[in-house]
């Protein structure tokens, strides 16, 4: 077969050139032939044409023949050797020869590279599955690579992209990063694309260039990640991690050199550097182990440990000297992780890291960068020059002891520093005078102040004296703890501190409700100094520096206080436990959190006793000095005999003594508070008597008394002192002899009724009143049948005379009973109530209506009128009727109301108030008569 193939081919060659006149060749022949005339076209010598005369990529004549000759965008187009032995004439020895074409690779498939490490790999073609493999062009000596073995007839372009002869990028140690132009700039262009024109992609070399570290990994000429190598830059992953906040410029440290974690290459290939797998070695020197620290990295954890940077050498009380790589959030390089804040003991216990590291820290917190975490603890000395007078620590000292008792101990009793402040100073702690006061006073108050101040005018000085001092005229000293917390001693937590002093009130200051404060000038709303009292004090808010004025008589209450308060300034008059003539008698009493009020003068101290207004001196004519606040005596108990009457106060005021100069006026703006309520009333008191509704309407205007007292002139209504009883018999009676059979005396009535009630006036404060102001006069009743005649109907029904006995109207408008008494002159108010009045007084009858017309007579016993009962007694004069009568020896029983040994009564021995009579009824006439016959009709009126 192949001896056939050969001859043909000779034959078609040697037609070939015999056809075409080509010049003599190489080997003798002549002729003009070249590749082209064989296979290829005008263009390019590689088929198509193929020899067997194909023209598609799928025949292996043709395949990818013009994809390797032509190029692309992979790389500009290869020789032809690199696949096949180019014969130098057509006719050179195995150039024409049985098909196919035989496949010798050349230099650049043969090529191996650094990455290969040398081993020279060997090329290959395997007809049969039309594949070449192991050959440098297709990525045979570079890691990665989807599809090293191309199949020679697939031209589609799926075999040549980025990531099929390497990975795109390779894969690790290979930096994983697409920007493939930061490190091979002379194959890859900027966009990405492959730089034909430089021809140095797929050229047999691995072009890297002038490289700096930060073409891998960091950015900016700035090699610590992020990105990593791998191309991420959250600090969450392990190649990003701390690295920017070690190697990064900072306010706390100088940047941490890379190679205190790592080795660090001279070049980028140098061994070990991207010659093994990723993550990177971590190899500590420099920092990290000085100090003799033997530092370790946990790539599981992702911690190190043992770390000077991060503590291990330094006295333990660290937070976190064991960090986490990829925490970034600051917490494990906050002051305190790496060591104590303080450090743990024997380390000075104080925060003052300044004092005794002043070239790393200042006392501002602010770092020398360059010197905290260099590999050496700075310690300067904490005290300066001449530290050791008083004049120069003592200031110090009273800015706060805490920077002392971080070397001399919590008490200063020589800490690690082993010097006590008692060796030179003995019981400062428990001696107030030893840092203020002294000088006035040994209580510890200022001045001096704790600055060695004196004069009032600064703050720490101020007003202390005059608050603490053992002596004053007008006030008991105050504490100190009235403003300040008083220490149990000097260095108890929050006494020694920068000033000025903290203000703490308490006891006098917040007496009363009080909620002061302090404004660094004045004290505000201090109950000492008259924020509760609303008193129109002048100064409430003294300015602290402002001297002896500021706290004059009037400054802390007006004088005297604004109403209510009585304008009164003899103080004594009300507070005579703490004032009288004419200063203070206990001025521990005088702003002592109590108003202290005992009325040590009469009541006529600051208003008439009673006040000459309105009816007051009618309800009140004994002296001052029976006048009592809530008291409800009357005359009968305050002044028998005085001619007057003696309402006491409690009468029409409160019961209550809190109520007296309470602020509480009457409805109307008066002054004084009115209650006539019965409520709490003693048993047997006029009040008591009162019903639940007694009030009082205040007048309309409002007045002034010539003491400075307002007033209205209202009206009461309801007080028992202003009433009547009125009586009601609605009937009808029964009458002896009719209704029902006369028994003999005295008479035995059936059951009526008989109603009592009473009846209420409303007098004006201002008015004044007569005999006729509260009660009849004379006390009358009415028939129902008179009161009717003219259709009004203005009284109470009584009939048959019954209930009341002072007087009658009967049913043709006659009076009967005693103010009638059958013709004689009227019976005068003395005959039954002589005490309660003793004048008989005019009587006489009105010819028109034939009733009994009364004129006034005085009051003789105030005592026994309104005193809360009738007062029944029998005139010790005689009385004329027929005969003159004496009642010196009658008496009246309250409990059953009657009257025994009236001698006026004739026959009747025992007389019952209110027994009904009838001038026409015999029965009823014969009580005190006893006639056989009846009586005759009485004449007319005007005929009497």
């Not at 992609?201 to 990640?225: K, T």
């Not at 109950?527 to 003294?542: I, R």
């Not at 209110?914 to 007319?940: A, I, M, Q």
Request: glycine share 14%; aromatic share 6%.
């Amino acid at each position: 077969m192949r001896t056939v193939e050969g001859f043909v081919l000779a034959g078609f060659v040697a037609l070939c050139i015999s056809a075409c006149g080509y010049d003599k060749m190489a080997d003798g022949f002549e002729g003009s032939a070249t590749c082209k005339s064989c296979h290829g076209n005008e263009d390019s010598p590689a088929p198509p044409l193929a020899l067997d005369g194909s023209t598609d990529t799928s025949a292996l004549g043709v395949g990818a023949h013009r994809r390797h000759l032509v190029g692309g965008n992979v790389r500009s187009g290869i020789s032809c050797k690199e696949c096949h032995k180019v014969p130098e004439s057509i006719d050179a020895e195995g150039h024409i020869d049985p098909l196919p074409a035989e496949v010798v690779f050349g230099p650049l498939a043969s090529q191996d590279t650094l990455l290969r490490g040398g081993t020279g790999g060997t090329p290959e073609w395997d007809r049969q599955s039309a594949r070449c493999s192991n050959v440098y062009c297709h990525g045979a000596a570079l890691p990665g690579g989807a599809d090293k073995e191309p199949k020679w007839t697939v031209v589609d372009g799926s075999q040549i992209r980025c990531g099929s002869c390497h990975g795109d990028p390779p894969p690790a140690p290979h930096p994983q990063s697409a920007n493939c132009s930061a490190c091979h700039p002379g194959t890859v262009r900027p966009d990405g694309r492959i730089d034909i024109e430089g021809g140095l992609h797929i050229d047999g070399r691995l072009q890297v260039g002038q490289l700096g570290c930060d073409s891998c990994h960091g950015q900016n000429g700035d090699a610590n990640p992020p990105p990593d190598t791998r191309g991420n830059t959250d600090t969450s992953a392990r190649g990003v991690g701390a690295h920017a906040s070690h190697l990064s410029e900072s306010d706390w440290h100088a940047p941490v050199e890379c190679g205190s974690c790592h080795v660090v290459p001279q070049s980028i290939s140098d061994e070990g550097h991207i010659d093994s797998e990723q993550p990177a070695d971590v190899v500590f020197s420099g920092l990290a182990v000085s100090d003799g620290a033997s530092p370790s990295y946990d790539p599981e954890n992702l911690s190190c440990s043992g770390t000077y940077c991060h503590g291990s050498t330094l006295f333990k009380g660290g937070s976190n000297t064991v960090p986490i790589w990829n925490v970034v959030d600051g917490s494990q390089a906050a002051c305190g992780t790496c060591h104590g804040l303080p450090p743990d003991s024997p380390h000075p216990q104080s925060q003052s890291c300044y004092m005794c590291h002043g070239e790393v820290i200042d006392s501002d917190g602010n770092f020398t960068p360059e010197k905290h975490i260099d590999g050496q603890v700075e310690v300067s000395s904490p005290h300066p020059d001449g530290w050791a007078n008083g004049q120069v620590h003592g200031p110090e000292f009273e800015q706060g002891p805490a920077a002392c008792q971080a070397c001399h101990g919590e008490q200063l009793d020589g800490g690690e520093a082993g010097v006590s402040c008692e060796q030179c100073h003995p019981g400062f702690r428990t001696n107030c005078v030893f840092c203020h006061g002294g000088v006035d006073n040994q209580t510890g108050a200022p001045p001096e102040s704790v600055a060695g101040e004196l004069d009032t005018s600064v703050r720490g000085v101020g007003a202390h004296t005059a608050h603490l001092k053992e002596s004053p005229a007008w006030h008991a000293p105050l504490q100190c703890s009235d403003c300040h917390d008083v220490p149990d001693d000097a260095l108890s937590p929050g006494h020694i501190d920068p000033r000025p002093a903290e203000l703490s009130f308490s006891r006098i200051a917040v007496a009363d409700g009080a909620s002061p404060s302090f404004d660094g000038q004045k004290c505000s709303s201090v109950y000492c100094h008259g924020a509760t009292l609303d008193a129109g004090g002048s100064n409430t808010e003294p300015a602290w520096t402002g001297g002896s004025g500021e706290a004059a008589c009037g400054s802390c209450h007006s004088l005297p206080p604004p109403e209510p308060h009585p304008q009164v300034t003899n103080c004594g008059l009300c507070h005579g436990m703490v004032y009288g003539n004419g200063g203070f008698v206990a001025p521990e009493l005088h702003i002592d959190g109590i108003v202290e009020v005992s009325f040590t003068g009469a009541c006529d101290g600051c208003h008439g006793a009673p006040p000459d207004t309105g009816a007051h001196r009618v309800h009140f004519g004994a002296g001052a000095d029976k006048a009592h606040y809530g008291g409800t005596g009357t005359a009968q108990q305050l002044a028998p005999g005085a001619g007057a009457y003696a309402f006491d106060c409690g009468n029409c005021h409160p019961l209550d003594a809190s109520h007296h100069m309470n602020g509480k006026k009457n409805g109307g703006g008066g002054d004084a508070e009115v209650d006539l309520s019965p409520s709490g009333a003693p048993q047997g008191a006029l009040k008591a008597l009162n019903p639940a509704g007694a009030s009082y309407a205040p007048g309309n205007v409002v007045k002034t008394d010539s003491e400075g007292f307002r007033y209205t002139e209202g009206t009461c209504t309801n007080v028992y002192c202003h009433s009547k009883k009125v009586v009601e018999v609605p009937g009808p009676v029964p009458e002896p002899g009719v209704d029902f059979q006369f028994t003999g005396y005295p008479i035995q009535y059936p059951d009526y009724t008989v109603l009592e009630r009473r009846e209420y006036s409303s007098p004006a404060w201002s008015g004044t009143l007569s005999c006729d102001g509260c009660h009849g006069f004379p006390p009358r009743t009415y028939s129902p049948e008179w009161d009717l005649q003219d259709g009004s109907d203005d009284f109470p029904d009584v009939d048959g005379a019954a209930g009341d006995s002072h007087s009658w109207i009967d049913p043709e408008g006659y009076e009967d009973l005693h103010g009638y008494t059958h013709g004689f002159q009227p019976l005068a108010c003395a005959t039954c109530h002589y005490g309660t009045v003793t004048e008989q007084g005019q009587r006489e009858f009105d010819q028109n209506t034939g009733w009994s017309v009364y004129q006034p007579v005085p009051i003789a016993s105030h005592e026994s009128h309104v005193n809360g009962k009738p007062d029944v007694a029998f005139t010790p004069d005689a009385i004329t009727l027929r005969s003159d009568h004496d009642l010196s020896t009658a008496s009246y029983d309250e409990s059953t109301r009657t009257c025994s040994g009236v001698s006026c009564h004739i026959n009747q021995a025992d007389v019952a108030w209110g027994s009904p009579y009838r001038y026409e009824n015999t029965f009823e006439c014969n009580v005190c008569h006893r006639y056989k016959n009846p009586l005759p009709r009485r004449p007319d009126v005007a005929g009497r």
